[in-house]
C-alpha cells in the first residue's frame, strides 16, 4: 500500500499557481519525499524530491511541514499542459533498487 | 536528448507467443528498472538491474525474464504470453548511489510499451 494520501482530483485556473497536498504521516526519517507526475499516455516524469527542507527547481517548489508529515507542491503558474496526475511517493533506500509505490494519485485538470 | 527509450511502442500478440521489449538509455545510468501499468493501478516493479550483468525480481516477475548485457539496454522477455499480461510497460533508468554523488536517485522513465494479448 502507498505510504501517501493525497486528493482524488483538483481544478486550477491557467495561469493560477497550483498547490497539490500531500499527507504521510507515517513518514521515517531516512524517507525522501518524490514528486512525479504522468501525462495521459506518457511516462511517469520526475519532478522534485526532498527530505525536510524546502526545494524549488525550474519546474516546481516542494514544501514539507516542519514534522515532514506532509508535504505541498507548488506549480507557479500552472499552463494546460500541466494537466495531469500528480503522485507523491516517499522512498527510504538509498540503494536505489526499491521500487516506486505508486498510489492513485492526485488528478489536476488545468482550466482556460 | 533521447534520455530512455523503448521499443516497440505497440503490439499485439497471441496467447502463447513470445517477445522482447527493449529499452535504452543514454545517460550511463547504472540501475534500471521494468514496470508495467493496469487500468486503476499504480505502477509494479517487475524486475531491475544495479548494474550490468545483474538482474533482480521485482513485486511482480512471473512470467518474464530479463537481461542486462549492456549498460544501456535492459531487455523484458515474455516467454509465453497470457492475456494477463496485456498492460503498458514502463522502463525506468536512475544513477546509483556512488555515480550521483548523493541518495536517492529520480527514476527517468521512457512513454511506454503498450502490449495486447490475445
Known amino acids: 500500500d502507498a505510504k501517501t494520501t493525497q486528493p482524488t482530483s483538483m481544478d486550477c485556473a491557467e495561469g493560477r499557481a497550483a498547490n497539490l497536498p500531500c499527507n504521510h504521516s507515517?513518514?521515517?526519517?531516512?524517507?525522501?519525499v518524490y514528486w512525479y507526475r504522468q501525462i495521459h499516455s506518457q511516462g511517469p516524469q520526475y519532478i522534485i524530491h526532498?527530505?525536510?527542507n524546502n526545494e524549488t527547481n525550474e519546474m516546481a517548489s516542494l514544501i514539507i511541514t516542519e514534522d515532514r508529515k506532509s508535504s505541498t507542491l507548488i506549480l507557479p503558474h500552472a499552463t494546460l499542459r500541466d494537466t495531469a496526475v500528480y503522485y507523491c511517493?516517499?522512498?527510504?533506500?538509498?540503494?536505489?533498487?526499491?521500487?516506486?509505490?505508486f498510489g492513485k494519485g492526485t488528478r489536476l485538470s488545468v482550466i482556460a | 536528448n533521447a534520455g530512455v527509450t523503448q521499443t516497440p511502442k505497440f503490439r499485439v500478440l497471441k496467447t502463447g507467443q513470445s517477445m522482447t521489449l527493449l529499452c535504452a538509455q543514454d545517460?550511463?545510468?547504472?540501475?534500471m528498472y521494468w514496470y508495467r501499468q493496469d487500468p486503476g493501478m499504480g505502477l509494479r516493479l517487475i524486475h531491475y538491474?544495479?548494474?550490468?550483468?545483474?538482474?533482480a525480481k521485482g513485486e511482480v516477475p512471473d512470467g518474464y525474464n530479463v537481461s542486462r548485457l549492456k549498460k544501456q539496454n535492459f531487455l523484458l522477455g515474455l516467454e509465453s504470453a497470457a492475456p494477463s499480461q496485456t498492460s503498458v510497460y514502463f522502463c525506468?533508468?536512475?544513477?546509483?548511489?556512488?555515480?550521483?554523488?548523493?541518495?536517492?536517485?529520480?527514476?527517468?522513465f521512457g512513454d511506454g510499451t503498450r502490449l495486447s494479448i490475445l
Open positions: 525506468a533508468s536512475s544513477y546509483s548511489l556512488g555515480q550521483g554523488g548523493h541518495s536517492n536517485q529520480p527514476q527517468h
Open positions: 507515517t513518514i521515517s526519517g531516512n524517507e525522501y
Open positions: 526532498g527530505l525536510k
Open positions: 511517493i516517499v522512498r527510504g533506500d538509498s540503494s536505489g533498487n526499491t521500487p516506486l509505490v
Open positions: 545517460m550511463n545510468h547504472e540501475y
Open positions: 538491474s544495479v548494474g550490468e550483468g545483474t538482474t
